[in-house]
């Protein structure tokens, strides 16, 4: 192609990789008074379990006709829901905007499992209103002055812009999206989000979720007391009524449901009512939101106060996953007879923001990506993990460009699944039950590709590492011997399950606090084990704490890799705005508007704090988009 030179009116935001004010690190936790995405706390570690589980175990596989595996599953499974609220944080400022990080996190997860399913939606979703325009070029606008819910939840004013915006990261990385329509007024519904959002998006935009935890309307004063499971039914076909236009041709069979939080009903109340039946064809997916417990009293004085060193042992236990999975089976089981996919569409470690020293740590890391399997395994369709603001400690991605330990789950998530799409997953109950040493196998086709271990406990001794030995075929199974030569191995490692930052993952890593631009960095190691054939095993250790991705062939790790790896590098140049030319078809996404002055970060919840906190900088940045062919520019404004 041809680069000639032309001003560009899509620019590339790097977000600041640092507050004005010293990293959270420095400051003692009991004094420090900053954004929860940067709290230094570190608890203590769980003890050692006494008596100490085995330290080493076998682990029987055998190709094809395995019972208990799951469904096929997406590698997109793992997902994130992002409060719509705080958009700007994530994304970019506004369609002429784009977070440079944002892209390369939404990268890796494409070059392992094809594409990234994103919701934009939550509490904000319910008062959001669309407007033409808003000052300083703004996409979305807050009114802290009318916050309502437990959790301080602002109005949200919204603009075309922020559908700009999603196509136009959609044009560098393949993510599809879901939306919400405002719930909280039903007569009449305002079907903005949906028109247009459709109408920007078209079918890039997979779902449209119908209210969003309408099980806690009436607690939180949105309804009367003697609001039902059949109400909110009785509401959603007044819903695919008022979507009769052809305007909505696609929208209103796309629509999302119930999306209970499991507090005041059950979901089973809203498949009695015929609810699935009658709207089936209305149905693009089910859904539900579970958080395993809340920090609300902390965060907003409601509810119960908690301890967060007593909770942490809770999250570092096999138990911790299988006990949420656990509620739904009834329902998963349902909405396969009923041929419905159901999605976790919201969950994090905690509600109301999470904990500190918990969400931000490697046991977080451990937790999530055991949650998740056990979520496949468990026949959902997949999960959307929550990220709010800066007020938040379990934020998977947005630390200010700090990648939190949820990333770090999703992203090897993404590879344990790989893009198939016909990955089915099994628990293997490994070291009979053990809950600190759980283990899954992937299948494809049958047939065992990749096997996953985790190590919950710490212990900077090594008298907790143990040894799995995975055998393929033979003994018992009256099949022949398959275990191969060689495996290969990734390790997810840290220190402690207290540690914050720096994880590391087949030798790279994000790094700590403000250090990332959402490339991993280091060299990747991944370790070739060589397997014992007369004995039909292959011996694989696991530290303590840890996690193994075991690729059980050279095919196994390369089908996790979908395509080429792309990666968006920024690159200073003082007082310099470098352009050139870009692809119309990017062109065409943009809406020229020159934005503001780009701080405006502020969060979804009262008492937030800013994301360009004290941020002044006049700097041009290039872009270079490897396995693109676009030339384009990019200004930290």
């Known amino acids: 192609m041809k680069c000639a030179i032309a001003v560009i009116s899509v620019l590339f935001l790097n977000q600041p990789l640092g507050p004005a004010t010293t990293a959270a690190s420095s400051a003692p936790a009991a004094d ?6 940067y709290n230094p706390t570190i608890l203590n570690p769980p003890p050692i379990p006494d008596p100490l589980p085995p330290m080493a175990f076998g682990i029987q596989l055998q190709q094809g006709g395995t019972p208990g595996v799951s469904i096929a599953q997406t590698g997109a499974f793992f997902g994130f829901s992002v409060e719509m609220s705080v958009v700007n944080q994530a994304f970019g ?15 890796n997860i494409q070059q392992r499992a094809g594409s990234v399913r994103i919701r934009v939606g939550g509490n904000t979703q319910e008062t959001a209103k669309f407007v033409d325009t808003l000052p300083d070029g703004k996409m979305i606008s807050k009114d802290i002055s009318s916050s309502s819910n437990p959790t301080q939840t602002p109005p949200l004013d919204y603009t075309t812009d922020l559908f700009i915006l999603m196509k136009s990261i959609s044009s560098f990385v393949n993510v599809r999206w879901f939306l919400g329509i405002p719930f909280f007024e039903t007569d009449p519904f305002d079907l903005s989000i949906a028109e247009q959002g459709q109408s920007i998006l078209g079918d890039l935009l997979i779902g449209l979720q119908a209210g969003n935890e309408p099980d806690l309307y009436a607690r939180h004063g949105h309804r009367g007391a003697d609001y039902t499971p059949q109400s909110y039914v009785d509401e959603f076909g007044a819903l695919v009524a008022a979507m009769t236009s052809d305007t909505h041709d696609t929208n209103r069979n796309i629509l999302i449901g119930p999306s209970l939080a499991n507090a005041d009903w059950q979901p089973n109340e809203v498949w009695d009512t015929g609810f699935v039946d009658t709207y089936s064809e209305n149905l693009a997916f089910l859904s539900v939101e579970r958080y395993p417990t809340d920090n609300c009293f902390a965060q907003f004085g409601v509810g119960t106060p908690r301890d967060p060193q007593e909770l942490f042992p ?11 999975a656990g509620q739904y089976v009834d329902s998963t089981a349902y909405a396969q007879e009923k041929g419905k996919g159901l999605i976790m569409f919201e969950t994090n470690s905690a509600s109301c923001g999470g904990f500190a020293g918990i969400s931000d740590s490697f046991g977080a890391a451990l937790w999530a990506l055991d949650y998740s399997m056990q979520l496949a395994y468990s026949n959902f369709s997949g999960a959307l993990f929550h990220v709010g603001g800066q007020n938040v400690f379990y934020n998977s991605t947005y630390h200010q460009w700090t990648i939190g330990p949820v990333y770090y789950a999703a992203l090897i998530m993404a590879e344990a699944l790989g893009a198939s799409n016909t990955s089915q997953i099994l628990d293997l109950n490994a070291n009979t ?39 393929i075929g033979g003994g018992e199974t009256g099949q022949s011997n ?29 790094g700590d606090h403000f250090a990332s631009d959402g490339r991993l960095m280091g060299d990747e190691d991944v370790q ?28 196994a790790q390369t089908e996790s890799d979908a395509v080429p790896s792309t990666t968006f590098a920024t690159t200073a140049h003082t007082k310099l705005v470098n352009t050139a030319t870009v692809d119309q078809s990017v062109l065409e996404t943009s809406n020229g508007h020159s934005g503001g002055d780009g701080r405006d970060f502020s969060s979804t919840s009262k008492g937030s704090q800013s994301g360009a ?11 270079a988009a490897v396995g693109f062919t676009a030339c384009l520019a990019l200004l930290w404004h």
């Open 32 to 37: 420090y008074t900053g954004a929860a995405a």
């Open 93 to 107: 400022k506004n369609s002429t905007y784009i977070a440079v990080p944002f892209l390369n996190l939404m990268a």
């Open 314 to 324: 809770n999250y570092l236990t096999h138990t911790a996953g299988q006990n949420l």
């Open 433 to 471: 039950g053990n809950e600190f040493t759980p283990a899954y196998a992937i299948y494809e086709n049958g047939n065992p590709v990749r096997v996953a271990l985790f190590n919950y406990i710490t212990d900077p001794t090594g008298g907790s590492t143990y040894t799995a030995s995975i055998a």
């Open 482 to 510: 398959v275990t191969p030569a060689t495996v290969k191995v990734k390790y997810l490692a840290a220190d402690s399950v207290s540690q914050k930052g720096n994880f590391m993952w087949a030798g790279q890593t994000f």
């Open 528 to 555: 070739t084990v060589t397997c014992d054939q007369a004995n039909n095993v292959c011996p694989i250790t696991v530290p303590a704490p840890g996690f193994a991705l075991v690729f059980l062939s050279d095919e």
């Open 613 to 623: 906190i004290g941020v002044k900088a006049s700097v041009g940045m290039t872009l």
